[in-house]
């Protein structure tokens, strides 16, 4: 039972241009909410994140919106550039701290110059 | 950097061998964590640790067991490896940037033949 989902494994966006990774939740006791980014052989880093009780966090060019009646997260990257091609997951987590935190099967990013 | 190291990082064996990853970490932090990596499934929770000698099953712990004698070292054990763990396998801290964002390591890539 995937409680996180990204459902589209794959993504290509010109050099400049906006680029929007989806990410969709099932359990309603997600209220913390995170994206990674992921180059080849390293480990994933830490981008951004947002507590349920905000619809939008900002961070330079990136941006998470949150839908919480939705279920639904994006991640926008605006402009785009090439440095941002990886893979990028998605995770959620409950309230109060060190809880256990899920993540989706990632969405590969690829920005074309 | 966190300060995680992770050994061995490529390690290549048979079905039935032992195997056991070692997870370092210089930060002193206190949860720990084993996650997999597979096309498909994103990152899975395999054990997680909150504390010396205090550990617990994740989502996908058959076949693993973990040990946490220091703070500073988390071991995952495969008793006897199956080619289905065949995987990267990443272990985490959390409390770097936050309660529950999770700072990784660069992760071990197995292979069972």
């Known amino acids: 039972d995937q409680q996180v989902k990204q459902n589209s494994p794959s993504l290509s966006v010109q050099e400049g241009r906006i680029s929007i990774l989806n990410c969709d939740y099932t359990?309603?006791?997600?209220?913390?909410f995170l994206w990674y980014k992921k180059y080849p052989a390293e480990g994933p880093t830490f981008l951004i994140s947002i507590s349920s009780i905000k619809d939008k966090n900002e961070d330079g060019r990136f941006t998470v919106f949150l839908n919480k009646s939705a279920k639904h997260l994006s991640l926008h990257i605006v402009p785009s550039q090439p440095g941002d091609s990886a893979v990028y997951f998605c995770?959620?987590?409950?309230?109060?701290?060190?809880?256990?935190?899920?993540f989706g099967t990632g969405t590969k990013l690829q920005v074309i110059p | 950097d966190a300060g995680i190291t992770q050994s061995p990082r490529h390690k290549v064996t048979e079905t039935g061998t032992p195997v056991t990853l070692r997870c370092h970490q210089t930060e002193n932090h206190r949860y720990m964590y084993w996650y997999r990596q597979d096309p498909g499934h994103g990152l899975r929770l395999i054990h997680y640790s909150y504390g010396v000698k205090d550990t617990d099953k994740g989502e996908v712990s058959d076949g693993y067991s973990v040990s946490r004698s220091k703070t500073e070292d988390f071991l995952l054990t495969l008793e006897s490896a199956t080619s289905s763990q065949t995987s990267v396998y990443f272990c985490a801290i959390s409390g770097v940037f936050g309660a529950n964002v999770l700072t990784f390591g660069a992760g071990s890539r197995l292979t069972v033949l």
């Open positions: 995770a959620a987590s409950g309230s109060g701290g060190y809880q256990k935190v899920t």
């Open positions: 359990n309603s006791m997600f209220d913390y």
